[in-house]
């Protein structure tokens, strides 16, 4: 099956930095790339996705990036707000929807 | 549409108990997945569904749990007997053809 792994578990930054987290997967078939964001007590809901024929995309802050050679995607958010903390997961899907481990997003006024 | 409804939100029960999750999916919605989720383990797959058969259930943790999907527009997640290690947040999520899969609100379950 699909193997994801997502660094960093957290990550803490100042109000207004850019915060990145990474993901790589092991399934070459993948095509489909999507970031999902869980605030506390909520459930996950897609921030933004990529498919495998786009090397990025963007939506205002937020952006994603794909190696697909590399095998890995990437989420960029820039000028971080308090309200952007959260646990941020990617997913790899070809047979199945797998996620990431997730990463604690913390920004700090 | 509602989105996907899942219910109960909380159960707490007795370990040894019979639990069962329900999920009603978004309508036109051909995959369907059941999710744990813990704070050491993150959110695991432990079911999927396409069409209604299941496709991979090499996340289910052991033969205590089964789930069923009956039709489009239904799924149950059962534990017999439940443990106190089977607390958690439980997640159905569906979607369509490999877009966007939205989730449901979650159920906690807490074994006593």
């Known amino acids: 099956g699909e193997n994801v792994e997502q660094h960093p578990s957290t990550l803490s930054v100042q109000e207004g930095d850019s915060a990145v987290i990474k993901c790589t997967y092991s399934d070459s078939a993948s095509n489909y790339f999507p970031w999902y964001k869980q605030e506390l007590g909520k459930r996950p809901q897609l921030i933004i996705d990529i498919r495998s024929n786009v090397g990025e995309k963007k939506d205002q802050r937020i952006a994603v990036t794909l190696n697909k050679t590399a095998k890995h995607f990437s989420l960029h958010i820039t000028e971080t707000q308090p309200e952007d903390s959260a646990v941020y997961f990617c997913a790899a899907p070809y047979s199945t929807l797998t996620f990431g481990k997730g990463t604690m997003l913390l920004v700090s006024p | 549409d509602a989105g996907v409804i899942q219910s109960p939100r909380h159960e707490v029960t007795e370990m040894g108990q019979e639990v069962t999750l329900r999920c009603k999916p978004i309508?036109?919605?051909?995959?369907l997945f059941w999710y744990r989720q813990t704070m050491m383990r993150g959110l695991e797959l432990l079911i999927y569904f396409n069409n209604n058969v299941p496709i991979d259930d090499s996340g289910m943790p052991e033969d205590r749990f089964s789930a069923k999907m009956p039709n489009a527009s239904f799924s149950t997640l059962k534990i017999q007997p439940s443990e106190p290690r089977d607390s958690a947040v439980y997640f159905c999520a569906s979607s369509l053809d490999w877009r966007e899969a939205f989730f449901g609100q979650g159920t906690r379950l807490t074994v006593v």
């Open positions: 309508s036109g919605h051909n995959s």
